[in-house]
């Protein structure tokens, strides 16, 4: 997993445009008013060697009535509650103000790295004393940066990176399947995860939105040990008007980035519907290993072939995703449930899965003297090699003479000529085609 930076402090300090330069580019709003980032954004970023995530949050405004700015205090808690790292930024031409003091207090109580950016000091040169101030809070050295000139953000990713965990340590969860149950509202999530452990660990009710949090439990038994996280139920955009129901569309996802398995469940009773769909294809694009869980089996009406029919059904609707094992069950009554350990396990392992460079290409080898590669205009593709770059899922980078030329139908076929040699069920497959000359690493 990996390290995640939290941007945080009070409205109008810059977060935003701090989170834009470390990502590289402008992925959130930037306006000179205060309230404009409400959500929670991510971004991928590296810095010497390391992968990490920064998240920009909205303003932290401890003390309000306001129905949005309590909001988005309640959206910050949560980026902090999950943070490897905290950038507390502020501004240094207004100086420390009772709310940095407020958020100061907060962050203390959070027990987390604290890296103290003060922002908008836009001059190079000598630091302006006014930054000894920022001593005050009480959170170590401030750190002199300027989001709008890019000055001192190599000190301040240094700073950050002196708290993340050592890379072969990072999560510490090696044997432990961290397992994502997701899905539209009152399909039964919680009501598997109680199922699963024997307790009413989380609440149930048919009341659709009960859950609004993800919630993390812990279960161990003969096959394993799991890390279920019951999420909130994800419906559509339009009809996501409650703020509170917003922030719990956001966790859900951020409980499927943290999974190793996604459990995706679909209402027997209602099949699958445009929604769940989206929700599936959330995990799909995340590169999680997935099963397809038909939940409510036991109130069907089985009449010959049903179980068939309704698999067909799944495997039309979700035909993006033909890896996915699908498996009918009810939560209710138990059936089947002890079979999704054995699927867990498995699909867990493929995505996991490495294979030798030799081995690859021994497959390449033959799949290419069965299907020759594809010309356009008298030139032919040309494949020279396969290698494995990465697993969760399984990426693999293919070199060629031009990548032009390689077909998104024969990409698929080698992905096919993959996944049916090595098995690869219930993940995807990650495939990069790079030309000759063209770094190695993914």
């Given amino acids: 997993m990996k390290p995640i930076v939290a941007i945080v402090g009070r409205p109008n300090v810059g977060k935003s445009l701090l989170f834009n330069r470390l990502a590289g580019k ?7 008013t205060p309230g404009v980032t409400r959500d929670r954004l991510y971004a991928d970023c590296e810095w010497l060697g390391r992968e990490f995530r920064i998240v920009d949050t909205g303003g932290i405004e401890p003390n309000t009535d306001s129905e949005i700015l309590q909001f988005m205090r309640a959206q910050a808690e949560i980026a902090i509650s999950g943070a490897t790292v905290i950038v507390f930024v502020c501004d240094l031409r207004t100086g420390v103000t009772a709310a940095d003091q407020d958020v100061a207090g907060m962050l203390q109580r959070a027990k987390k790295p604290v890296v103290l950016a003060v922002n908008k000091a836009d001059s190079a040169g000598p630091v302006d004393p006014d930054i000894y101030e920022f001593y005050n809070l009480g959170l170590g050295d401030p750190i002199a940066i300027s989001a709008m000139h890019g000055l001192g953000m190599d000190e301040l990713l240094d700073a950050c990176a002196a708290h993340f965990p050592p890379q072969e340590d990072a999560g510490g969860r090696e044997d432990v399947i961290h397992v994502a149950v997701i899905g539209k509202p009152n399909v039964g999530k919680s009501s598997l995860v109680n199922r699963i452990l024997g307790e009413e660990r989380v609440i149930v009710s048919d009341m659709a939105g009960t859950t609004r949090d993800a919630v993390d439990s812990y279960f161990e038994n003969e096959h394993g040990k799991y890390c279920f996280i019951d999420t909130a139920g994800m419906r559509k955009k339009s009809k996501v008007t409650d703020r509170v129901e917003q922030f719990s569309v956001l966790r859900a996802t951020m409980a499927i980035d943290r999974a190793d398995v996604c459990l995706i469940l679909i209402d027997a009773l209602e099949g699958v519907t445009e929604q769940d769909t989206k929700v599936a294809g959330l995990a799909h694009e995340a590169g999680k290993a997935c099963i397809i869980v038909v939940n409510k089996w036991d109130a069907v009406e089985k009449e010959t072939n049903t179980m068939e029919q309704m698999r067909a059904k799944v495997r039309g609707a979700l035909a993006y995703m033909p890896y996915a094992p699908v498996l009918f069950l009810s939560a209710l009554t138990g059936q089947r449930v002890p079979k999704l350990f054995d699927e867990i396990n498995h699909v867990y392992e493929m995505s996991c899965l490495r294979v030798r460079t030799g081995t690859l290409n021994s497959v390449l080898a033959d799949a290419v003297a069965r299907v020759q590669p594809p010309t356009d205009k008298g030139r032919r593709l040309k494949i020279y ?33 993959i996944r049916n040699t090595f098995g690869l069920e219930g993940t995807p497959i990650r495939l990069t085609i790079r030309q000759k000359g063209e770094k190695e690493d993914a």
């Fill in 26 to 32: 402008r992925l959130s709003i930037v306006e000179d």
């Fill in 385 to 417: 090699y396969m290698t494995q770059v990465g697993v969760q899922p399984p990426h693999f980078v293919v070199f060629c003479n031009d990548a032009k030329l390689f077909h998104f139908s024969y990409q698929r076929y080698l992905e096919n000529q």
